[in-house]
């Protein structure tokens, strides 16, 4: 049972365009939300967040947008770089769970230049 | 600060054959976790630590055993490897406790083949 979904395997955008990468969850516990971004042969490093009291995180070209009722939150990058090309992971947590993160399958986003 | 680092980053075992994967931190964290990735899919977790001596299973155990016998380490052992033991391995740490501490901090990775 996948509580944390990212229903796009990849995304392609053009170089300078919005990259609107998405993530549903089914855990109505779930109170925080992190995203994170993995290069080839590398680990994952962590990208941004937001606790679900807020609705909305900025952090330079990176904003993460969360919607409680409907259960998915989004990462907006704008504009998009080649270098922001990467597989980006959602991942969800509540107290509950204590300090263990539930990742998602992960999208791939190809920035065209 | 050298982060989270793994060794070793490739490895092939033959079937039954066993192995230790390393995992050091140097950034004096209490939480370690051990994730492997499958093609496709997102990281499973396999066993996490909240301090030296306290270990507990995460999602996908079976396999696989963990020790914490200081802050800094967190070994993984496999025993008898298995073809569906083949992933990459991720280490990983976090600080401590609550909203302020989930980020957590991932290393390279090893890359398992059993065959």
């Known amino acids: 049972d996948q509580q944390v979904k990212q229903n796009s395997p990849s995304l392609s955008v053009q170089e300078g365009r919005i990259s609107i990468l998405n993530c549903d969850y089914t855990n109505s516990m779930f109170d925080y939300f992190l995203w994170y971004k993995k290069y080839p042969a590398e680990g994952p490093t962590f990208l941004i967040s937001i606790s679900s009291i807020k609705d909305k995180n900025e952090d330079g070209r990176f904003t993460v947008f969360l919607n409680k009722s409907a259960k998915h939150l989004s990462l907006h990058i704008v504009p998009s770089q080649p270098g922001d090309s990467a597989v980006y992971f959602c991942a969800a947590n509540s107290m509950e769970y204590g300090n263990k993160l539930v990742f998602g399958a992960g999208t791939i986003l190809r920035v065209k230049s | 600060n050298a982060g989270v680092t793994q060794t070793p980053k490739f490895r092939i075992l033959k079937i039954g054959q066993s192995m230790t994967l390393q995992c050091t931190q140097d950034m004096n964290h209490n939480y370690m976790y051990w994730y492997r990735q499958d093609p496709g899919m997102g990281l499973k977790l396999i066993y996490y630590?909240?301090?030296?001596?306290?270990?507990d299973k995460g999602e996908v155990p079976n396999g696989y055993n963990v020790s914490r016998s200081t802050t800094e380490d967190f070994p993984l052992r496999l025993e008898l490897a298995a073809p569906s033991q083949t992933s990459v391995y991720f280490c990983?740490?976090?600080?401590?406790?609550?909203?302020?501490?989930?980020?957590?901090?991932f290393g390279p990775g090893t890359r398992l083949t059993v065959t």
């Open positions: 990983a740490s976090s600080y401590g406790f609550g909203q302020d501490y989930y980020e957590q901090y």
């Open positions: 630590s909240v301090g030296a001596g306290i270990t």
